[in-house]
């Protein structure tokens, strides 16, 4: 490192210290930069292999020491699909709405239904503020079944929706099909292919 870099390091490591010093709510910003990875599960079936897939994930980036919070589809508010939610005093999904506003990126885990991707994920999509939500965030998406697809479809349809949304998609999507063959008693993904691409794809979206 050269002196001059050595400087710059310097004074931004000690502006920062003095900031958290002054204002304690400089840390709790900073710290929720680094908490920055929402995974999405993307259906509300119980006990469904899309967890078991998100679950994987946010162990992987942990390993590598990144954390991230899981937005389960499970525990949306059953009045999400009365008409009262487009209302604009609806304040059912607002810790939803929360939490989509303190990611800066997303990993969406999908599975395959009727050849794409499931309604309640759309309504979510539909329910959360436009265009603050997504734009210009990133996303990784990963794909699920158990026929022989991995919901490639699906996949290609909600990159259509993330696009409209301006949410930034990483080229290296996943699709894995027979998903009832691929994770392991602890539900884990275990073959060597599914680790290689899966850790591939999340070494890439953590410098996306
Ligand atoms: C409503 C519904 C529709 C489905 N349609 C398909 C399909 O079109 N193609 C397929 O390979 N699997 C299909 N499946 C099976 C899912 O891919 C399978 O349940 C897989 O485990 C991922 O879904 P899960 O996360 O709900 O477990 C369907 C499952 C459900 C519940």
Redesign the pocket.
Request: overall charge positive; hydrophobic content about 15%; cysteine-free.
């Given at each position: 490192m050269y002196f001059s870099q050595y400087l710059t390091f310097f004074n931004k490591s000690a502006r920062y210290k003095f900031k958290q010093y002054q204002f304690p709510h400089v840390k709790a910003i900073y710290k929720q930069k680094e908490r920055m990875i929402l995974i999405v599960?993307?259906?509300n079936?119980p006990?469904?292999?899309?967890?078991?897939?998100s679950k994987y994930y946010q162990k992987v980036l942990a390993e590598k020491g990144i954390d991230s919070t899981i937005l389960d589809l499970c525990n949306l508010p059953e009045s999400l699909i009365s008409p009262n939610s487009y209302q604009k005093n609806y304040t059912d999904f607002q810790d939803f709405q929360t939490q989509i506003d303190a990611a800066e990126k997303l990993i969406f885990?999908i599975?395959?239904?009727?050849?794409?991707y499931?309604g309640i994920l759309k309504l979510f999509v539909d329910a959360c503020a436009y265009p603050n939500s997504f734009f210009d965030k990133k996303a990784a998406l990963v794909g699920?079944?158990?026929?022989?697809?991995?919901?490639i479809r699906?996949i290609d349809h909600f990159t259509g929706v993330c696009n409209y949304a301006n949410l930034h998609v990483l080229p290296l999507k996943i699709h894995i099909?027979y998903?009832?063959l691929e994770l392991n008693k602890v539900h884990h993904l275990y073959k060597e292919d599914t680790l290689k691409f899966t850790n591939q794809q999340i070494d890439r979206f953590i410098k996306f």
């Open positions: 599960s993307g259906t079936r006990n469904s292999n899309t967890f078991k897939v885990v599975p395959e239904y009727n050849g794409s499931p699920i079944s158990t026929g022989k697809y991995g919901n699906g099909p998903i009832n």
